[in-house]
Each structure stands twice: as C-alpha cells, then as structure tokens.
C-alpha cells in the first residue's frame, strides 16, 4: 500500500516527467519577437486551421492556435508597444484538464497537453477554465474554397464542428523525430531536431523548443536565462512555456 | 377566513380528481400553445443547431459559455425547492405542506428535465453524450471523475432518480384513488401505477416509513446538487467565479429562486384548476416569510462576495468586479439587485403578502432576477479574464433567445401533461388535515 | 576591408544542403496531362512514395526581397512553405506573406485557361480559348508589327522580374525591334537608389549589416515590416538584439509607429519629410563635438553649418537636445548604422533625405565596416541588362506614349498599376487607349481586366526561374526557382510563352532564341556561368553542379569585397548634400494631415489581398482583418470627436475615399496613415470589395531627386460621414491594467 502511495504521489508531482524521456518545453525572447505574425501563419499552414471568414471573425470566433498579443504603455509621444506571442502553456497543472469529463485533453509522459478530437464532446469548459484563452472551439465544420483543400497537412486532422482544438506544439513533429531516431537506433531525438512550425518560421529566432529534461539543451540554456519567467505565474499553472522578459534600456 | 368551508373527503376526492380528468377546450387551447411554442422556439431552432453547429449561438472565443449554461443553472435552481421544501416540511411535520407538496414536487422533476436538456442544447457535440456516463466499454475509457462536470453528471442524475422516486412514491395512495374513481382502460392503467395499494394499515405504515427516509436522503441531495453545480465555476481560476462563497450562494439562489417558482406554479393552479379550498392564505403567507428569508441569506451572500472580491485586492478581481457593477451588463446586475433584495421586502407588509396577486408579481420579479443573477455569473466573468488583450464581449443570439423562452413552453407542456396524469393536490395528505368525524354535508 | 557576414556560416549551408531531390522529372512531367490515380502507380515518379514528404527549393516572389524556400510536398501536392535553411537572405525563415504562397497556388480564383475578351474593353468579360489559337493570335500581332518595323509600337510592362525571366523579356523586345520594356514595382524605391548611386556610384543597393551593428538608426525605414528585405533584417535583428553579449540598441524615426517602430527602444515621432535635416542635424552635432576624424572635416563642418541641431529643432519637431544625445550615442556606438526608407524616402525631398542618411553613416564612420554599410561585389552573373524598373514618372511617360498615337500593343506581364498608381496617374485610360492589349497573369485583377487577351501564368510554385536578391548580401548570390508540384490548370511559365511566341513569330527570333522551353533556357545559361567559374566543361560536370544547386536552392561565391575610395565618397556627398524643405500637396488649412500609406505586412502592395490567410491574419500592430482603416492620434480623434469604426471621408486634393476610423496611440497628430493592399475592386473572391486604396487618392508629387512616386507628399482632410462600423479586431484591451504578463514587473498583479 505505501508504495502503491509513494507512487501515486510521485505521479503527481509536477516534473514527473523525469522517468520518461522528454519534458518538451519552448522559450520565447521578447526581446527577439518583433510581432511579425510568421508564426501565425506558419501555424495555420501546418495544422490546418480553418479560415473562418469575416463574419465569424467580427464575432471573435478566430481560430489562431498561436497569437500576438500587444501591449501598449504610456501616452504618445512616449510610447511604447510590446508583443508578446501566446499559445497554449503546455501547463504541467493545468486547469484545463481537470475540467474535461470525458478526459478529452489531458497530460502526456512527454510533458504536452494533448487534446482528442475525438474524444471530445464540447462541454468547453477547458477554454473557460484555461487562463490563457488558448483553446478554440470549432462553432461550426469550416470548410475550403476549391482547390484550397489540397494545401491541407495529411499529417493532422480536421475538426468537425463542435470540437476543441489548441496548440499541440505539432506533435505530428514530435512524432516523426521520434520514430526517426527509433529507425536510427538512438534513445533520444537530437536538441533541435523538432522545431514546431511556429519555431522553425521565426525570423528572428525568438523561438526555441527542446527537452527541458536535457540539462544541456538549448531550450534548458535559455530557461535558466535570469530574464526568464512565465505569464500569470501566480496562477501556479507551471506552464512549459518561458519567456524570456524585453530588456528596457530608456535612453 | 370566515367564510372558508372546509371540503369533506368526498369533497377533496371530487375536486382533484375532477380537476384530473374533466378536460376542457382551455386546457386543449393552452397545452396546444404551449407544445406549439416549444416545438417552435425549442426544439426546431436547436434541431437547425444541431444541423449547423452550436455557432449559431452567439458563444465566442472568451465566453465560450452562455445563456445555454445560464438557463441550465436556472433551471436547476427552479428545481430546488420543490423536493427539498417538502422534504424538509415533511420532516418538521409542518402540515400547510400537505397542499401544495405534490405540485412543488413536479415542478423539481420537470425543471430538471429542462435543465438535462440545456445540457444537450449546450454541447458541441451532443451525439456523444453518453461517453459522460462511466460504462465500461470496449476502449477501456472512463470520464474523469475529477472533472466538476462528471459531479454534476451524478449529483443530477442520483437527484433526478431521488426525485421522480420521492414524488411517485408519495402518489402511490392517490394513483390507487383515481383507480378506485375510474372505470375501462385508465383503471387498468392506475392499477398498474399503483402497484395494487389496498390502504392497509401495513402499506400505510410502511409509506409512511419509506416517505420519511426518502426526505431525509433528498434534503442533502438537494443541497449537494446546486453546490455541484456552482463548482463548475467555482473550481475555474475565472475571476469572478473562482470564490468558495459559490456553493451556499448558489443553493440559497436555487431555494429562493424555486420558493418564487413555487409562489406561482400555485397561484396558476389555484385560479385554473379551482383548488381555491386547499390552497388558501396561509400557504400563500408562510411560503412569504420563507421568501424574505431567503432574500436576505441571498443579500448577505452577494455583499459577501463583493466585499471578499475586493478584500483580495487582486488585479484580475477588481476588474472583473468593476466590469460586473459598471459594464455593459450593470443594468442586469442592479436589476438583480431590486428584484432579488429589494422587491422581496415589500413580503413584510401583510397587506401585500396576502395579496394573491402582488404575491404572483413579486415571485416573477424573483425569477426574472434569479434568471439574470445567471446570466451576469455567465455572461460578465469568462469574457474578461486574465489576458486584457483577450478581452470580448458576448451577447445571446436570436436561436439563444428563442431557445430559452422556448424551455418555458417546455416546462409549461410537461407540467399541463403531469396536472392530467397525476393529481395535483395529494389526496390523501390533504384529507389528513381535515376534521376527521367530518362525513359530509 | 573586414567581412564578417555570415559567410561561413553560408559556406557551410551551402555544403550541407540536404534537403530536396532532384527535379528534372519534373519538366517532362508537367508538359503532361494531369492524371489522377485512386491507387498510386506502381511504378511511382522517382521521388513519390506515399506518406513521405519531399522537400522542393525554389525562390519566394512574394515581394521583392528573393527568400529562398523549401516546398514540403505530399502525393505531388504543396503542404508548406519553409524558408530554405541553405540560403543566405532568410536562412532558412520565413514571413507570413511568404509562407501564404500556399494560398496563390490553390487559390480558388486562378485564371485556369487562356482568356479572350468577348465583351467591352474593360468590362471583365471574357470566354475561354486554347493556347494554340492565343499564340496564334498574338505572336500574328506582333509578327506583324515587326514586319511593318513598327515593333517599337510595342510595349512590355511587368512587375518586378528579376534573373533570367528579365533577361529573356529583355531580349525579346530588343529582338522583335521595341525599346519599350519596363518593369512596375509599387514597392521599388527608386529614391534609395537615386541616393546611393549620388553618394556611392552603385546601381545596386549596398547591403545593411544590421546583424553586426550595435546601433541601429533608422529614418522611416521598416526594416522589419516591409522594407526591401524584412526577413533578412529579421534574422540580424534577433542577431542585433541577443546574438551577442552586448545588446544592440534600436532607434527609429517616423512619424507612424511601424512595426520597426515598435520594437525600437526609442522612437521619434519627427515631422514627415524632416527626416534628411534630422539626420544632418546629428551629422552635425557629431562634427561640432570633434566625434568626426576625416580629414574632410573641416569641409564637413562647412557643409553641415546650416542644419545646427537648434535650427532643425524647430523643423523636425524633435528637441535640440535629444537630436544631440542621439548623435552622441551614434557616434560612441560602434559599430553603428543609420538606414533610411519607407516615408522618408517618399517624400518630395526623399532622395535628399536618403542622401543625409548615407552622410550620417560617413560621418559616423560606418561605410565599409563591419555593422555598417557594406558594398556588394558587382554582379558575377550573366545578367547584363540592367532591370527597367520605372520610376513614377517614366510611368507616366509610358502612359503618355500609350495614349499616343503609335502605341499598338502593350504586355502586361504580372504588374497591376491600376492599383498600385494613383487614379491622378489615368493608368486606366492610357492602359484602354493601346489598340491591343495582351495580360500575362495568374489572377484576374483591375488591370488585366482591361485586356483583350489574357495568358494565364503558372504561378511561382509552378514554374521555373532564378533570382539574384537585391538587395544582395554582400556577396554574389543566386537561387534557382523550380515547380514544387505539377501545374493544377492549362497554364504556362511566361519565360515559355515567351520562347513559344519568340518561335512562332519567326524572323530571326527562334534563331537568337533558340530555346525549347524556360527550363532549357535556364539550363543554358547557367551552363555559361559555370563555364567562367570552372576548368571542368564538360556536360556531366555541368549536371552535377546543376542538380547540387537544386539540391541546396542557392548558388553563392566566396565575397570579393570590393573597397571604396572614402575620399571620392566623401567629394560625392559633399556635393550632394543638400536639403530642401518637403513639399506636400494641399495647402495646410484645408488638409490638416500628412497621409502616410504604407505597405502592410500582408498585402505588400495589395498583391497579397487575395489570400484568406493574409486577409485572416491580424495587422500586427492594430490587430485588425479583412478591412482597410485609417489611423489617427488620439488626440486628433478627440478632438474630432471620432470613435473607432467611425466611417471617415478622407479627401486629398485629387480624390475622396470613405474608410473607418482607428485611434492609433503611436502617430504624430498632424499625421493620418492607412494601410496599402485593401480597396480591389476585381480581385477574386477574397480581395474583391473590401476596404479602399489609399493610393488611388495620391497626389502625382514625386521625388525630386529620382522621380519616384512621393506617396508620403499628400496632404488630406478628413470628416466624418456619420456612418459607423465595426472595425473587426484581435485585440481587446490593449493596456495591461498593472497585470504582470511581460514579466517588467516585480511580484504579482
């Protein structure tokens, strides 16, 4: 029974990940990010986003698995304008998991959290739940203008109507690195050999993605950036997403 | 009350169940609307739904949730009264009950078959909700039981089972009277219903014994629902929703919001059905003093809330407290505030607590205040979260419109179907609180 | 003269192209009917194997800047574009236009066959016709015109082609006997080539070592939005910014906040125009303080005595003060780099603003460092005709001759001036004026509408191609473009077309051009460039050096820095030094704004409209979609009394647009700006009636120096029409509200 407990207990530690292989974590250079919006794109090319149209747009019902987010401070003419790219944290205690009844999303060894499609029969309450406002919810079954079907990624699905979908930090990719260093008879994918789509786009390398469990990886590097910290950290969510804060320099 | 003659036994019995099975072109005219109106506004704008997607609503990204939602905690709350307030009178041997129980208890019973309903109309993907219920299947899944939905799942359904258990098991007697009243194809059928009753000191003693431990299981039940349910939001990191005061407001809500409820259901009855001589005064008054209470539980929770919002201090609180009393919807909130605080107050004249009709317009106010109250919790926290720059604003579609006057007519049907199946006033209840060596006239 | 781009790192990409296959099927391949299979063939194309991706380089052509990119293919269809890894100008990233070429090639709204007008001239109605009867048709109108030796009668404009396509249009006219071939490009900026080649004698753009410069001055020019090569300047700024231990500092100076702007650590919101004067002004400040060591200082000091900072105070709107500071930090950093552009070199003093810019650089000391203004080597490659890319007033001389009497025919090859010039231009009425006019497009838009004759174009993902970038990267760079997927429709590469009507024609055409397709072309003429570069001459040797540059997508040579004499430099600005105050058109009282239109981030110069990624993707810094909007101070929009999404009549002395209101926090008062792309009228689907073009309503005031279109000189009123709708937008609140989301604050909110 008690180590039935300890086991338990040991699950549920955030960075349980430890026994598997991968805990995948991103960093994010604020300095870097200029809010060029590649990666929105990129995003949208690789996992098939819908393109919603303008009247769904005007009722906010976007579906951009990765945004930018502007903040403006002080007045003109002293004034200045931050980005800041938001997708889905990756929360090693996310809030969204617990809301699903069905188990529709929910936390894999590799440290991602992973929605179902399939499972998943749209209560939404895990884009209430998330902090981030990161899930998007398919309002209807969008459909491509001929022949802009054939551009879609045979390697990711399609949402029907009335599914949540969200960033899975293309786990298509993880997947093929993976099997690929099985196929080459290596334990683990190589730092850098997975760049989801919004990494591998960026022009300004603002981006990078690795195994925070690999102490030498670059994403572990930049995590132990002292400039790093994590949005809505009070929340304790523990996202896997580090940013790395804008350096200021008022002249 | 000078003039009130009581009814004698045969009285009672001539009355309900005439009330039960002499129909008239009014009856046939108002059910007819009424199926009418929930087939129009109901059923054929969720079936389009259904057809297009839940995007015809006027949901978005940040309140993804909404009148749906709103309706169902509404409907839910409605619920709450019935069973538990005869519960709990039944089990303080308060005898006004007796009158008024049966009814009350319908109502619980078909507010929670309009509330399940909000649930389909809510769901994104509603052909799949039985992978809610934990069945062992071939793919070896189960729900999360940590999810506060999956509560739900069973607090509503062990409630609704309770329930529909509670009030047959209370109608058995009277089922077995309109057999005793009734000839051809509906006697056999209330032989059935009434599981060959013979109104033996036996049955009788063990009713009465099954009727008691069905109270006391409900009363908790109740209590525990309505807390469930707030812990859909109240486990949410929502501001505005994430407050451990959710659960005593939300049942406080659901009972006063189902004590109005009651309020009217009997006003209805007694002007439609003539149960003039069983619902009387002192329902009507007692019912009027459990309102003011309620109403002032409810007030001392709602300041509560407010006063913990900004005790906190926090960034995410104030804003959404500020956005609540001050935004778009503050309209809404303050009329919450006069009907739900302020109206209820006006019970302490007896001039207007006595009143059938001021009492049928206050126990409205309540509910359209109560239907608001859910609809701020619903529709002024989600849209305004933590991300300012992910700030929206959600307003219900024409089909959310349509769909939640359409749940009335809902409601309405089942229970014009129930007054005809099942007698409205419990017979033999009723004939408890008579004069007993009363024979007849 | 030190090197220090990344030119090893650009040796070793180029050795280590891995990516992409072989292609040379692919040609014979394409000539062929499409054939769908329900079950793959069994024996499969030789690099078509079911479920695995093949990855294709060829060269972006979104804009002008030349990105190479890797195609990633599945069952022969396109799935994504990725910038190529290999190539030195984006290394291996990519922009949001860039990566939306998915959205051209499977657009819906392509021109699928060869098109015959069969209405009125410009009234958009045509009927199918197959490309015999079409060459026919047209290589017998110019068959005839030469034959009449009035082939100067005939005239070619295309959009911006670059590499070999414009060697092989170039050749063309000179064969068939017309001198008349322009290139239109509404993004080309003619007043920064007229400023380097005064200062520089360069006919090409010197290349902007962001990456290495610790201080980055720009004067209007977005170098990270749309500015000659943003991705390019993207990589170098994330270089700029965190590639090394010290940290470059960021200045901009603009009027509207651009997305450069934004990410600056100071931005200065100078009067348009005031751009040149600023930057002498600091020029003169670093001379004044002795931070200047030439030997030309003395005559520097004379030559900068008018523009004391106190005197451009006032002018500028910016503090004597602040003009100092920022020329002392300029002048302490080092390296350090002043770039002009956008706004600044559009203004009818531009080519005099971007000539201070360049004296800012001398005088800072940054020409021919590292960090600064490097020089590209002269051209290795066998390009010999320079590109005829028009300026806005030889535009309106071509117009004028088309509305001549002589003009017979007129090629459009992929350019839309009836968009991207000013309704004041009449490009419409000079276009419906030519007798004959033939299209060369892949999309129906305003202007080929007005054809007679259209040829529908593969598009980029289709066709073959080179490119050399310009502006280069400081060494001798090309990249071949080749077709990533079979073409969907009927249609043709221009460079065939070219070569099929080059044939049919006769004459000595096919002789001089003896071509069989573009492909072939190409092969040729690339065998020439490496028969200078190698002793090896033989085929075999040539086809491996071909298909290794196909394999890697890029071509490039080890840097033959040329040096600059400084003096010469220095005598050539001295002399060209030399401001005039900008003028606007309309008087101040009446039109109380500047406009400043810019290129958006997804239209580019409105060719991207047509995209339902481009049209889907939020502004980056107002976050708005599928509309076009006009960006106003707050304190102007206070003032006014105007809301956001209130429709406003913006009216210039040539013309009147209506478009909705929105308060933009970072824009000079006096300043109104608007986003260029929106506003088509015959676009497709998704372009088609959304928004307006602030260009329509343009002043024709140019730039004195190049005659460059001065899209920055129009001055405008604006009022409001009492209409109001809703501007459709990303973003909520744009305020943190004390939150702490960017990490600058300590604790929690």
């Known amino acids: 029974m008690s180590t039935a407990l300890e086991k338990f207990k040991k699950y549920r530690k955030p960075g349980y990940y430890d026994k598997f292989d991968y805990h995948w974590t991103m960093s994010i250079d604020l300095d870097r990010c200029t809010g060029c919006e590649a990666c929105v794109v990129a995003c949208q090319a690789e996992n098939n986003l819908p393109i919603v149209g303008e009247q769904q747009f005007a009722m906010r019902r976007e579906i951009k698995w990765i945004r930018i987010e502007r903040y403006w401070e002080g007045e003109y003419p002293d004034i200045k304008l931050q980005f800041i790219p938001m997708l889905c944290q990756h929360c090693d205690q996310a809030p969204c998991e617990i809301a699903c009844p069905v188990f529709a999303t929910y936390h894999n060894q590799d440290g991602l959290n992973t929605q179902v499609y399939n499972r998943c029969i749209g209560t939404r309450t895990c884009a209430v739940y998330c902090p981030y406002e990161v899930r998007f919810f398919n309002w209807f079954t969008y459909e491509w203008d001929e022949p802009l079907e054939q551009q879609l990624n045979p390697d990711v699905t399609v949402r029907e109507k009335g599914v949540m979908e969200k960033c899975t930090f293309c786990i298509q990719r993880i997947r093929q690195a993976k099997d690929a260093a099985k196929d080459d008879s290596r334990r683990r994918v190589r730092d850098g050999e997975i760049k989801p789509a919004c990494v591998q786009s960026c022009p300004t390398e603002a981006m990078v993605f690795g195994d925070l469990n690999d102490p030498d990886s670059q994403v572990s590097k930049m995590a132990r950036n002292p400039r790093g910290y994590h949005v809505l950290e009070e929340l304790n969510t523990t996202p896997s997403i580090v940013y790395l804060k804008r350096v200021h320099t008022d002249g | ?265 009997m006003f209805l009855l007694r002007k439609y059905m003539n149960f003039e001589r069983y619902i009387r005064e002192i329902h009507l008054v007692n019912l009027g003093k459990l309102l003011v209470l309620l109403s002032l539980i409810w007030t001392y929770i709602n300041i509560m809330e407010v006063f913990t919002t900004w005790f906190s201090g926090s960034s995410y609180e104030l804003e959404a407290l500020e956005w609540r009393l001050t935004g778009f919807y503050a309209p809404m909130f303050w009329e919450m505030v006069l009907f739900c605080a302020v109206v209820p107050l006006l019970i302490l004249f007896k001039r207007i607590r006595t009143s059938w009709r001021s009492m049928l317009i206050i126990s409205i106010l309540i509910n359209i205040g109560m239907i608001s109250e859910r609809f701020i919790i619903v529709a002024t926290s989600q849209p305004r979260k933590f991300l300012p720059n992910a700030f929206g604003f959600y307003f219900p579609s024409a089909i959310e419109i349509s769909i939640t006057i359409g749940s009335f007519a809902v409601f309405t049907t089942l229970f014009l179907i129930f007054v005809k199946w099942v007698p409205a006033v419990s017979l033999y209840e009723v004939k408890e609180t008579l004069k007993p060596l009363r024979r007849s006239r | 003269m030190s090197n220090k781009i990344n030119r090893r790192d650009f040796l070793k990409f180029v050795g280590a192209g891995t990516l992409g296959a072989g292609a040379g099927f692919l040609a014979a391949d394409a000539s062929k009917m499409t054939t769908e299979f329900l079950i793959p063939q069994v024996n499969l194309p030789e690099d078509y194997s ?143 080539y007229a400023a380097n080649k005064a200062c520089f004698d360069e006919d090409v753009l010197p290349y902007y070592d962001i990456r290495n410069s610790k201080y980055l001055l720009s004067f209007g020019a977005d170098y990270l939005g749309a500015w000659l090569s943003p991705v390019h300047h993207s990589v170098s700024y994330g270089h700029l910014r965190q590639g090394t231990e010290q940290r470059g500092r960021c200045v901009q100076v603009e009027a509207r906040m651009s997305l450069s702007g934004a990410n600056a650590d100071e931005w200065i919101a100078a009067r348009p125009g005031s751009e040149g004067m600023l930057a002498l002004a600091m020029a003169h400040s670093i001379v004044e303080q002795g931070l200047y060591a030439g030997a030309d200082a003395g005559d520097w000091k004379q030559a900068l005595g008018a523009y004391s900072p106190a005197s451009v105070a006032e002018r500028s709107g910016i503090s004597a003060d602040r003009i100092v500071r920022i020329a002392t930090e300029f002048a302490a950093a080092s390296p350090s780099l002043a770039i002009g552009g956008g706004a600044a070199g559009a203004s009818t003093n531009g080519t005099a603003n971007l000539v201070a810019v360049n004296v800012l650089n001398y005088i800072g000391g940054n020409i021919g460092e590292a960090g600064g203004i490097l020089f590209n080597p002269a051209s290795t490659f066998s390009i010999d005709a320079p590109r005829p890319r028009a300026s806005y007033q030889q535009m309106l001389k071509l117009f004028a001759s088309l509305r001549g009497n002589d003009a017979e025919v007129l090629i459009l090859h992929d350019t839309n001036p009836v968009f991207t010039l000013p309704a004041a231009a009449n490009v419409k009425e000079a276009v419906m004026a030519v007798p004959y006019v033939i299209g060369m497009s892949s999309f129906m838009d305003e202007t080929m509408a007005l054809a007679d004759i259209i040829l529908p174009l593969d598009t980029y993902l289709e066709a073959w191609g080179d490119n050399i970038p310009d502006p280069g990267v400081g060494f001798a760079v090309a990249s071949i473009a080749q077709p990533v997927v079979k073409r969907l429709y009927d249609t043709r590469s221009a460079g065939d077309i070219i070569l099929a009507l080059a044939h049919q024609i006769g004459g000595e055409l096919p002789a001089n051009m003896p071509w069989t397709s573009m492909e072939n072309y190409l092969m040729e003429m690339w065998r020439s460039v490496y028969r200078g570069k190698s002793d090896d001459s033989s085929d075999q040797g040539f086809r491996k050096f071909w298909t290794s540059i196909l ?199």
């Open chain 2, 1 to 265: 009350m000078a003039d009130y003659v009581e009814p004698t036994y045969a009285e009672v019995n001539q009355d309900v169940l005439r009330a039960m099975m002499e129909t008239g072109p009014k009856y046939w005219a108002t059910l007819g609307t009424s199926i009418a109106v929930a087939g129009i506004c109901f059923f054929i704008p969720w079936f389009y739904q259904l057809e297009v997607g839940v995007g015809v609503a006027g949901m978005n990204r940040s309140a993804v949730w909404g009148t749906y939602l709103s309706n169902f905690i509404f409907w839910i709350g409605l619920s709450h009264s019935g069973t538990l307030l005869s519960a709990v009178l039944h089990i303080t041997n308060s005898s006004w009950r007796k009158a008024i129980y049966r009814s009350a208890e319908a109502m619980t019973l078909f507010s929670l078959i309009t509330a399940a309903l909000f649930v389909m109309v809510h769901l994104g993907r509603v052909w799949f909700v039985h992978w809610t219920v934990p069945v062992p299947n071939q793919m070896g899944l189960w729900p999360n039981f940590r999810s506060p939905l999956m509560f739900d799942v069973m607090a509503i359904t062990t409630y609704l089972t309770a329930s529909s258990i509670f009030i047959y098991m209370g109608s058995v007697p009277d089922f077995a009277a309109v057999r005793d009243a009734s000839t051809g194809l509906r006697r056999k059928l209330y032989t059935i219903f009434s599981f060959g009753w013979r109104g033996t000191a036996k049955e009788w003693h063990t009713l009465g014994w099954a009727y008691t431990f069905f109270a006391v299981l409900v009363i908790p039940l109740a209590v525990s629902v309505h807390s469930i349910v707030s812990w859909d939001f109240a486990l949410s990191l929502v501001p505005g929703l994430h407050h451990t005061v959710f659960a005593p407001y939300f049942v406080t809500g659901a009972i006063f919001s189902g004590t109005a409820g009651i309020v009217t259901v």
């Open chain 3, 50 to 192: 079911p479920g695995i991706a093949t990855w294709y380089h060829t060269v972006c052509t979104q804009c002008s800047a030349g990105c190479g990119i890797s195609v990633r293919t599945r069952e022969g269809r396109a799935k994504k574009i990725e910038g190529n890894p290999s190539h030195p100008v984006n290394q291996g990233r990519l922009c949001a236009l860039g990566q939306a070429g998915l959205n051209v090639l499977y657009n819906p709204d392509r021109i699928k066959t060869p098109l015959l007008r069969d209405g009125e001239r410009g009234s958009g109605s045509f009927s199918p016709i197959s490309w015999d009867q079409a060459l026919t048709t047209i290589s017998g109108v110019l068959g005839t015109l030469k034959i009449q030796k009035k082939a100067n009668n005939a005239y070619l404009l295309s959009g911006g082609v670059n590499g070999h396509l414009h060697e092989l249009f170039a050749l063309f006219m000179d064969q068939l006997g017309s001198k008349n071939y322009l290139q239109h490009e509404f993004s080309h900026p003619a007043s920064l």
């Open chain 3, 551 to 749: 394999e890697s997508g890029v071509w490039g040579e080890s840097p033959q820095q040329q040096d600059r004499p400084h003096q010469a430099m220095g005598r050539a600005m001295l002399s060209a030094v030399g401001m005039a105050q900008p003028s606007f058109a309309g008087n101040e009282s009446e039109y109380r704004f500047v406009m400043q239109p810019y290129l958006s981030l997804a239209f580019h110069d409105g060719r991207g409209a047509n995209l339902p990624w481009m049209q889907e993707l939020p502004d980056p810094l107002t976050s708005i979609v599928y509309n076009s909007w006009v960006e106003l101070n707050p304190k102007t929009a206070a003032e006014l009394a105007i809301g956001e999404g209130d429709v406003l009549l913006v009216e210039s002395t040539v013309g009147r647009f209506e478009a909705p209101a929105f308060i933009y926090e970072a824009i000079r008062p006096d300043v109104v700006a608007m986003p260029i792309g929106q506003g088509h009228g015959n676009y497709g689907r998704y372009a088609s009636g959304r928004g307006s073009n602030p260009i329509e309503i343009l002043a024709p005031e140019t730039d004195s120096g190049s005659g460059g279109l001065a899209w920055s000189a129009t001055r405008v009123k604006i009022s409001k029409t009492g209409r109001r709708v809703h501007v459709i937008k990303t973003d909520g609140t744009t305020r943190d509200l004390g939150r702490n989301i960017l990490g600058q604050k300590d604790g929690h909110a």
